[in-house]
């Protein structure tokens, strides 16, 4: 199950501008999106692509962060507390954090996840064309954002967040377990 560090200390590169963020994002974005194109939709909802988590898994997972992300940008904006990662939940517990949502989640159809997937993106973009580039690169121009600018926690919740994805999902591990009936990491 996903966890570790998600903001915002990741060693990634990060972007330096609100077009250089954007790139990044489109790029990482499409790098996921051709991987995934590949799976037929038996390999996209087998465990075991991570543990017991299926690509629809991880997708679901970058919906629920990227639709976090907004959830604190907009409470942001109008002046609202915002605690982070989620009230009741401090950044140790990712892990029980991100299995509360893969469980409340893991029925969902395909579909409906695919469908969310594409909707959640767009939204985000849409939120991040609008966001100025000031407020995204002053350190805690919002109190939510610490001593980190915007861009960092977007980062982290896009472009970040799709190249782990990407890592994260093997096309030919997947085959391989689904033919042996193996539903873990070992090989």
């Keep these: 199950m996903p966890g570790g560090k998600i903001i915002p200390e990741a060693d990634m590169r990060r ?18 999106e051709r991987k995934i194109a590949g799976l037929t939709p038996e390999e996209l909802v087998y465990p075991g692509t991570m543990g017991e988590w299926s690509v629809k898994d991880i997708l679901q997972h970058l919906v629920d962060w990227e639709q976090r992300w907004i959830g604190w940008y907009e409470a942001g904006k109008r002046g609202e507390t915002v605690v982070t990662p989620e009230p009741g939940y401090n950044w140790r517990q990712m892990n029980l ?15 409906e996840v695919l469908a969310h997937f594409s909707a959640s993106y767009m939204q985000i973009m849409d939120v991040i064309y609008k966001v100025l580039e000031e407020e995204m690169l002053e ?29 994260m999902i093997h096309p030919i591990a997947i085959r391989r377990k689904m033919k042996s009936g193996k539903r873990d990491n070992s090989e």
């Design 97 to 111: 954090l991100n299995e509360k949502y893969r469980l409340k989640s893991k029925d969902r159809p395909l579909s």
């Design 139 to 167: 350190p805690g121009y919002y109190p939510w954002t610490g001593k980190y600018p915007l861009m960092v926690w977007i980062a982290a919740n896009t472009c970040d967040h799709y190249k782990w994805a990407v890592q």
């Design 15 to 32: 972007p330096t501008s609100k077009v250089n963020l954007i790139e990044s994002i489109s790029a990482e974005r499409g790098l996921l």
